[in-house]
């Protein structure tokens, strides 16, 4: 009986948890797509094949799912990131590298960040301090050492930061518009390869 029983709250956490990462799939797509106040606990609910009192059980409340859905974007960029190159000029093209492929698989991020970022708000305020400093801070000391090398190019930190990001990111974010435009599909390897060649070529020189 013990046995059965043990194996009966397994399989009901493990159901439990599959369900908390449909919620929190389904809310990174409603929040990129019409941002926080658009999306509705109900199409997230809808969408991830659960009942809407399934938020509530699992996050509190949908600014929660929402801390919820950047905390795991973070956690993913921080992945693919990871390195221990110490060379200043090879970190920088590591991160730039990285970045671009960050953003063409993970568009929504920057969706995301469209929506959030152009108004002040306590969602605003607790991304800025519990993920975007640091990181932020991060990128400041990466390029300051690059530049020093001579290899990064003449591009304050203040500015660099955000131009690398809008460099690297808008294409993905926008890709509907891109395949229309100039009928290139932005997250094929390749266009993302060439797409992280120029971003090196454009902030460390060739």
Known sequence: ????????????????????????????????????????????????????????????????????????????????????????????????RGFVRFAAARPELNRMMIHEASAPSDRLTWLIETHLRRRHELFVAVWQEARATGRGRDVPPELAYHMMIGAASLLHANAPEAEALVGITPSDPATVKAHADAMVSLFLGP
């Open 1 to 96: 009986m013990g046995d059965a029983g043990t194996t009966k709250k397994r399989g009901s956490y493990k159901s439990s948890e599959l369900v908390r990462a449909r919620l929190i799939d389904a809310a990174t797509t409603e929040f990129a797509a019409h941002g926080f106040e658009g999306s509705s606990t109900r199409a997230i609910a809808r969408r991830a094949d659960a009942h809407q009192p399934q938020i509530n059980y699992h996050f509190e409340s949908k600014q929660t799912l929402w801390y919820a859905v950047m905390d795991r974007m973070m956690e993913e960029i921080d992945v693919e990131l990871a390195t221990e190159e110490t060379d200043p000029a090879a970190l920088a093209e590591h991160l730039i």
